[in-house]
T-cell receptor, first 109, second 112 residues
Framework: GIQVEQSPPDLILQEGANSTLRCNFS?????LQWFHQNPWGQLINLFY???GTKQNGRLSATTVATERYSLLYISSSQTTDSGVYFC???????????FGTGTRLQVTL | ETGVTQSPTHLIKTRGQQVTLRCSSQ?????VSWYQQALGQGPQFIFQ???????GRGNFPPRFSGLQFPNYSSELNVNALELDDSALYLC???????????FGSGTQLSVL
């Protein structure tokens, strides 16, 4: 099956700093989504982005499908950004997403 | 517009028992997917239901079964519980099989 690797595995930032999270995948995909799992376990969908660039407030994402990677940018980080960020991909026609290994982010004051 | 709701939030069972978890999809969504998340890992796909039919299954044994109702709510049933079934079970709904997923807050299952 498709392999999804995320980097870095762990990240500690001071409030206000910017960061870039990376997701590499081993095969072509037609569905890529980024999620934030907060410390209470709730998974929030950040982006549906199989290709191209999208922005939502302080967050933006870029997927370069031909080179099999996606980037999530977090600007002016806040403590509420803490949690685990997952990239998830699918090759077929159903949302049978394969999740990556995750990046655990901690934002400190 | 209500989001995805799951019940119960927590559950404790003993090995060999059976369990049913429930999920109400977001208004307007016809597709429900179930995932299992073990501690410290990413979610793993169990199966998906689209308009009351199973539309794909992950690498889980047959004792994991599901159902989707005409109102698009769904159930996940697990028979003959094993210790390794202890996990967070997440339900997600979407407008269609390959659309953006919206997750519920999950059911934490502990098998003793």
């Amino acid at each position: 099956g498709i392999q999804v690797e995320q980097s870095p595995p762990d990240l500690i930032l001071q409030e206000g700093a910017n960061s870039t999270l990376r997701c590499n995948f081993s095969d072509s995909v037609n569905n890529l989504q980024w999620f934030h799992q907060n410390p209470w376990g709730q998974l929030i969908n950040l982006f549906y982005i199989p290709s191209g660039t999208k922005q939502n407030g302080r967050l933006s994402a870029t997927t370069v499908a031909t080179e099999r990677y996606s980037l999530l940018y977090i600007s002016s980080s806040q403590t509420t950004d803490s949690g685990v960020y997952f990239c998830a991909v699918e090759r077929g026609t159903a949302s049978k997403l394969t999740f990556g290994t995750g990046t655990r982010l901690q934002v400190t004051l | 517009e209500t989001g995805v709701t799951q019940s119960p939030t927590h559950l404790i069972k003993t090995r060999g028992q059976q369990v049913t978890l429930r999920c109400s999809s977001q208004s307007g969504h016809n597709t429900v997917s179930w995932y299992q998340q073990a501690l410290g890992q990413g979610p793993q796909f169990i199966f998906q239901y689209y308009r009351e039919e199973e539309n794909g299954r992950g690498n889980f044994p047959p004792r994991f079964s599901g159902l989707q109702f005409p109102n698009y709510s769904s159930e996940l049933n697990v028979n003959a519980l094993e210790l390794d079934d202890s996990a967070l079970y997440l339900c997600a709904s979407s407008l269609g099989p390959n659309e953006k997923l919206f997750f519920g807050s999950g059911t934490q299952l502990s098998v003793l």
